[in-house]
């Protein structure tokens, strides 16, 4: 119905940055919040960003000042900038969109999932 493909990340020194994007395909009749959440190994899932269609941001305290989160509502893709990162921000990326379908119903979708891993 809806897919959410990931690419970016991968293993950077502390300190550096990296990329992640997320792309939206299918029966998409609209997409309201968009955002990334990580799972660093024992630990929950948590939200790391999400932005709104009108451009709205949220972050995870941890994150703020070194993360951007941005959109491209017309190309329904998502991006995340992560700079100065630290070993702690070592985890499994997700890319999620709360999506409504061409049918007009609503459903939160997850992308694959991307590891990022900061060296110290």
């Known amino acids: 119905q809806v897919q959410l493909v990931q690419s970016g990340g991968g293993l950077v020194q502390a300190g550096g940055s990296l990329r992640l994007s997320c792309a939206a395909s299918?029966?998409?009749?609209?997409?309201?919040?968009m955002g990334w959440y990580r799972q660093a190994p024992g630990k929950q899932r948590e939200l790391v960003a999400a932005i709104t269609s009108g451009g709205s941001t949220n972050y995870a305290d941890s994150v703020k000042g070194r993360f951007t989160i941005s959109r491209d509502n017309a190309k329904n893709t998502v991006s995340l900038q992560m700079n100065s990162l630290k070993p702690e921000d070592t985890a499994v990326y997700y890319c999620?969109?709360?999506?409504?379908?061409?049918?007009?119903?609503?459903?939160?979708?997850w992308g694959q999932g991307t590891q990022v891993t900061v060296s110290a």
């Open positions: 999620n969109a709360d999506v409504v379908v061409t049918s007009r119903s609503r459903y939160t979708f």
């Open positions: 299918g029966s998409i009749f609209s997409i309201n919040v």
